[in-house]
């Protein structure tokens, strides 16, 4: 792990402002023999996303927040392209080879469900730059992997989870049955039970790989989190992309807490849904995908794999719904502690 790029990382997630450099620039000779302002050359981004797109307000929003910052703060052209509901590894193929051909350069997948894809191209396109989130299986001369320690924040919305149940009783929904996804599961059991073994977690996933519509099926994760609310859960996180919407629903009708992922979910849920998301585990993917951008616009581009987590404030949790503020002593010794490397959080169930 290159810890200069993760401390970068964690300045975003507490706000604070980033210093830009420029793209690259050269300098214009006037016809006085004078110079002006540099230029800065124009670079060419490329961004495929996962199903669900734009409008997920979960982990693909956080990729188009990094875009947007990027649009906003570099001389930056763009084009976005999304996957579709139940596409196979080919039409991943096809979306990144149309960015290559077109002169994308670099380009960054959006999920670990284009790996296969990526093996594919990246070796076409070896002058060209890619970037994919949650993914390092990809190894070439051209491709940097984005990782996350999301089993740490998951150990904290776990605790937090721990400390508001009445009913000893929380449930966990998984968008799709991977590795990457039982690290949350994972995290958020073992926090749960680090505050007290005895408590009952439902763990329940909507769809199993390589079927990865779990990630944008509201419905099926309603019917999910109703079901554990029935069965007397009364906390319910979700590691499921867009489908959590169904999450938030189901915590109103059943007047139960959720806890939701990646991006601070209070902040974009309906008015009614707020008083009821307890808290969100965050996954900076809106600075990494900046970052990536940023560093090759400057030269800075480095295959291989950097992985971001709780020490360098790739990850932590929300706090923007009040209700967490009771349990914050208890969260943030947790994060101490697993900062000081005194707890070793699990990455399998």
């Known amino acids: 792990m290159r810890a200069s790029r993760?401390?970068?990382?964690?300045?975003?997630?507490?706000?604070?402002?980033?210093?830009?450099?420029?793209?690259?620039?050269?300098?214009?000779?006037?016809?006085?023999?004078?110079?002006?302002?540099?230029?800065?050359?124009?670079?060419?981004?490329?961004?495929?996303?996962?199903?669900?797109?734009?409008?997920?307000?979960?982990?693909?929003d956080l990729a188009a927040a990094g875009l947007e910052k990027a649009k906003k703060d570099l001389n930056i052209d763009v084009k976005e392209?999304?996957?579709?509901?139940?596409?196979?590894?080919?039409?991943?193929?096809?979306?990144?080879?149309?960015?290559?051909?077109?002169g994308y350069n670099p380009i960054i997948a959006v999920g670990f469900a284009y790996a296969t894809a990526l093996g594919k191209v990246a070796p076409k396109y070896p002058n060209i730059h890619f970037?994919?989130?949650?993914?390092?299986?990809?190894?070439?001369?051209?491709?940097?992997?984005?990782?996350?320690?999301?089993?740490q924040s998951s150990y904290l919305v776990g605790v937090a989870a721990a400390l508001a149940s009445t009913t000893k009783t929380i449930g966990f929904i998984g968008g799709v049955e991977t590795p990457l996804i039982q690290k949350f599961q994972a995290g958020y059991v073992a926090g749960a039970h680090s505050i007290d073994p005895t408590i009952k977690v439902k763990v329940q996933y909507i769809s199993q790989a390589p079927d990865f519509s779990g990630f944008n099926d509201p419905a099926k994760a309603k019917v999910i989190a109703e079901g554990q609310y029935d069965e007397g859960a009364d906390?319910?996180?979700?590691?499921?992309?867009?489908?959590?919407?169904?999450?938030?629903?189901?915590?109103?009708?059943?007047?139960?807490?959720?806890?939701?992922?990646?991006?601070?979910?209070?902040?974009?849920?309906?008015?009614?849904?707020?008083?009821?998301?307890?808290?969100?585990?965050?996954?900076?993917?809106?600075?990494?995908?900046?970052?990536?951008?940023?560093?090759?616009?400057?030269?800075?581009?480095?295959?291989?794999?950097?992985?971001?987590?709780?020490?360098?404030?790739?990850?932590?949790?929300?706090?923007?719904?009040?209700?967490?503020?009771?349990?914050k002593a208890k969260i943030e010794e947790a994060k101490a502690a697993i900062i000081a490397g005194t707890i070793t959080v699990p990455t399998t169930p």
């Open 6 to 60: 993760g401390t970068k990382l964690g300045a975003v997630l507490i706000a604070a402002a980033l210093v830009i450099a420029g793209c690259s620039s050269s300098k214009k000779t006037t016809g006085g023999g004078g110079t002006t302002e540099p230029t800065k050359k124009s670079v060419k981004v490329g961004l495929a996303y996962d199903v669900g797109g734009r409008g997920d307000k979960s982990f693909n």
């Open 81 to 102: 392209l999304s996957a579709a509901q139940g596409e196979n590894d080919q039409a991943k193929q096809d979306r990144l080879e149309l960015l290559a051909k077109a």
């Open 131 to 151: 970037a994919i989130i949650d993914d390092d299986s990809v190894k070439a001369p051209n491709v940097e992997g984005l990782l996350f320690h999301e089993e």
């Open 235 to 327: 906390v319910v996180y979700h590691a499921a992309g867009g489908s959590g919407s169904g999450l938030f629903q189901a915590a109103v009708e059943k007047n139960k807490l959720a806890i939701g992922v990646d991006s601070d979910q209070y902040q974009t849920a309906d008015p009614a849904q707020q008083p009821l998301i307890l808290t969100s585990a965050l996954k900076g993917v809106d600075t990494a995908v900046y970052n990536f951008i940023e560093d090759d616009a400057n030269g800075k581009f480095a295959a291989g794999s950097v992985r971001f987590g709780l020490k360098e404030g790739g990850v932590g949790y929300a706090t923007s719904n009040p209700k967490i503020d009771q349990y």
